[in-house]
């Protein structure tokens, strides 16, 4: 089994073979577990410190279960795509499972379903009558996408993503599921690629990917026709491009610095002053999915801003270890602005490009808003220069967004995101309580059923991310180790943001945005219970049995919820036995 073993920290390099003492804070922090630049990883050489290699199984469990080294590597290159596959293939089958049931409309799928249904047919949302749901749910040939624009509050990527699903399999409830299944699914084998490439272990990647597999919140979200699975699985597409751009700039670096009498890479401030990176395909990549992440919900600009800052930050680390004596300086003058441009300007493009239906049709609601305004005031003025649908688009944007902030309507399953890390107020989406013998409710079950889809992260798995939060700032902090820096970001982007709308109406499904990146957490936690590289062999047989008992309680714990994430009847008291806090009532 392999570990987080410990990238070298992007600190500043050693230029020469000394290096001045430790400051007093730095001695004071020792005691938290800081290390100093001049010891632990930073003993690897140049090359590796900027591209670290992957972990790689011992040769020792090779040979222990009989296996030549021909075959080693083969099943080494194999499970990089294998091992991924395999995980996603596990998650597909569980969000795949019976995805038309319950076949109701539950939750907001009674705005989503039907705003896609009449985005991907006529190219605007409709206004709906209020008591259609029945109708849609017994006869959906019948009925008729109405003419009328409706009014909507959130940008229409999501929407297109729902709509593709009902397109292909019809305006039911398989249809209006299954693309957001799809993203579920295919969100589980990217953590598992993301979290291979950020460890540098398959393993550890591995394990990421299944603890989102087996993540409750993810599960339900991944079978509901909601807008935050969607938004997730873009936002998670943006970390892991990014990542992916990390790595190529730093591999550019290394291929270009001289080499010593040794052979090896050598520090130069010249070459990590004046080399341009070039082409950067993925950033501009992460740009057209921060744009679509954006389109999808509001809070993807946040997100947008973290990763932004974030990828500069990693130039600063590149630079700096690669030589350059003023890294700031540098990365201000040759990669500040065409990261901005490759992700800020890309972004807002896509989410322009993004309203492409509404702006083709002449129904949409506020489309020719401008038009109006001018037939009444008499236009000019500086703003009445700009084209008419980009000024009514603008309106339609400012009214949105005094809709969200003026959103303090109570709600039974509104919670405050302080609560959300700990599930203190999951999301009931849909509940019935059929009699014995009626809807799967076994007949001897002597009361009602309660048949539940509940919006709840799978407990153990998200009680462990509390400590796993904690131990990444730990790392990063202390530690200046990078990869619990971006899962830090990635949490803190999808996270903090709520904070500041507090009195607002807002529910603890919004945090699957961050489940991701606590499962990356929560992985580079199991890691280190593993024990790094060179930890004798008592110290990894105990770390391997206290991870794998971690991980196994984990899965029990999805299992044991299973039948409140699915919506399968069971006996009240079975479901009295699985509400563990009051709250979740």
């Not at 080294?69 to 091992?83: K, N």
């Not at 509050?153 to 305006?171: A, D, N, Q, R, S």
């Not at 201000?332 to 300007?345: C, G, Q």
């Amino acid at each position: 089994m392999t570990s987080t073993a410990p990238e070298a920290p992007e600190g500043p390099h050693p230029m020469a073979p000394t290096v001045a003492e430790p400051s007093s804070w730095a001695h004071r922090l020792r005691r938290f577990g800081y290390r100093p630049p001049t010891t632990g990883p930073l003993a690897l050489g140049l090359r590796e410190r900027l591209v670290p290699p992957y972990t790689r199984p011992s040769p020792r469990l090779w040979e222990t279960i009989g296996v030549s080294p021909a075959g080693a590597e083969r099943i080494v290159r194999l499970s990089a795509w294998g091992g991924p596959l395999l995980v996603a293939l596990v998650a597909g089958v569980l969000r795949f499972w019976n995805l038309g049931k319950p076949h109701a409309v539950i939750f907001d799928e009674t705005y989503y379903a039907k705003d896609s249904w009449a985005l991907i047919n006529q190219g605007y949302e409709g206004a709906w009558p209020k008591d259609i749901d029945k109708t849609i749910l017994t006869d959906p040939g019948s009925v008729l996408v109405p003419t009328d624009p409706g009014y909507v509050v959130h940008p229409p990527v999501g929407k297109w993503v729902i709509g593709l699903g009902e397109k292909l399999f019809g305006f039911e409830p398989f249809g209006w599921r299954f693309m957001v299944a799809l993203l579920g699914t295919l969100s589980v084998l990217m953590l598992c690629r993301i979290g291979r490439r950020l460890f540098r272990s398959t393993f550890l990647g591995c394990l990421a990917g299944l603890l989102l597999a087996v993540d409750g919140l993810h599960f339900v979200m991944s079978r509901t026709a909601l807008l935050d699975l969607v938004l997730m699985f873009f936002v998670l597409a943006a970390f892991g491009a990014l990542v992916i751009d990390r790595d190529r700039a730093r591999a550019r670096l290394a291929g270009a610095l001289p080499a010593g009498e040794d052979g090896r890479p050598r520090p130069d401030d010249t070459v990590a002053r004046t080399l341009n990176l070039g082409w950067r395909p993925w950033r501009l990549a992460a740009g057209v999915l921060l744009g679509l992440a954006a389109g999808t919900k509001w809070n993807g600009l946040y997100v947008m801003v973290a990763f932004g800052l974030m990828t500069v930050v990693w130039d600063v680390g590149a630079r700096r270890t690669a030589g350059a004596v003023r890294p700031y300086a540098t990365v201000a003058r040759r990669d500040l602005v065409p990261a901005f441009v490759s992700v800020v300007p890309v972004a807002i493009a896509t989410y322009v490009a993004s309203w492409t239906g509404w702006l083709a049709t002449d129904n949409g609601y506020f489309r020719h808003w401008a038009k109006q305004q001018d037939l009444t005031t008499g236009g000019g003025g500086t703003w009445g220069r700009l084209p008419e649908w980009l000024r009514s688009l603008w309106h339609y944007e400012t009214e949105v967004y005094a809709f969200h902030v003026g959103l303090h309507e109570p709600h039974t399953y509104q919670s405050n995101p302080w609560s959300w890390i700990v599930l203190g107020r999951p999301v009931s989406y849909f509940y019935e309580s059929p009699a014995p013998g009626v809807n799967g409710c076994p007949a001897d079950a002597g009361e009602k059923c309660a048949q539940e889809v509940l919006a709840l992260g799978t407990p153990l798995l998200w009680w462990a991310a509390c400590f796993a939060i904690l131990y990444v700032l730990w790392r990063w902090v202390f530690r200046r180790d990078w990869r619990a820096g971006a899962i830090a970001c990635g949490i803190a982007a999808g996270w903090l943001p709520w904070f500041l709308y507090q009195e607002r109406t807002i529910f603890l499904f919004y945090a699957v945005l961050f489940v991701p990146f606590l499962c990356l957490a929560v992985a580079m936690m199991i890691g280190a219970i593993v024990g790094p590289p060179g930890s004798s062999e008592r110290r990894r047989t105990f770390g391997v049995v206290g991870a794998g008992v971690l991980v196994l309680l984990i899965v029990w714990n999805f299992i044991y919820f299973w039948p409140l994430y699915t919506g399968t009847p069971i006996p009240l008291d079975a479901w009295r036995h699985r509400m563990w806090l009051d709250t979740w009532v």
